[in-house]
């Protein structure tokens, strides 16, 4: 059971360049080892002239397995996408949020997830 007394909220970002889904895909987040933990915030921003095409996917560690959140979001010239929205997600130690793009996009994503030591936790 996650101790929820011990919580961190940890925020990142990253600019995704990768084109191919799976393993070869832009990790955006990876939960800890010893940890769980839940999604609070997940925003994408196409900082591109033009519609493109944005994925995201989820890494279950436990079954070595990649499944969609976001699968070709097409996204209008520079507009932003909330992803979780008033709903939570929650991610166990080793799990990844990964994405790609269209070719020619300018992709950011903002990640805010609160972490939870679960060291009894396996996937």
């Known amino acids: 059971m996650p101790n929820l007394q011990s919580t961190k909220l940890t925020t ?30 997940l925003h994408l921003s196409n900082g591109t002239a033009s519609a493109k ?3 995201v ?12 959140i976001v699968n070709a979001l097409s996204m209008s010239a520079n507009t932003v996408h909330d992803v979780v929205s008033g709903n939570d997600l929650a991610l ?14 300018t992709l950011d ?14 996937n």
């Open 12 to 41: 990142e970002g990253s600019t995704i360049t990768s084109t191919s889904a799976g393993a070869s895909a832009d990790v955006v987040y990876t939960v800890p080892t010893n940890y769980s933990a839940i999604i609070k915030f």
């Open 53 to 55: 095409k944005a994925s």
């Open 57 to 68: 996917q989820i890494f279950d560690a436990s079954s070595s397995s990649y499944k969609f």
């Open 92 to 105: 166990h130690q080793g799990d990844k949020i990964v994405a790609f793009i269209e070719a020619g996009m």
């Open 109 to 122: 994503i903002v990640v805010s997830v609160q972490e939870y030591y679960d060291p009894a936790r396996q």
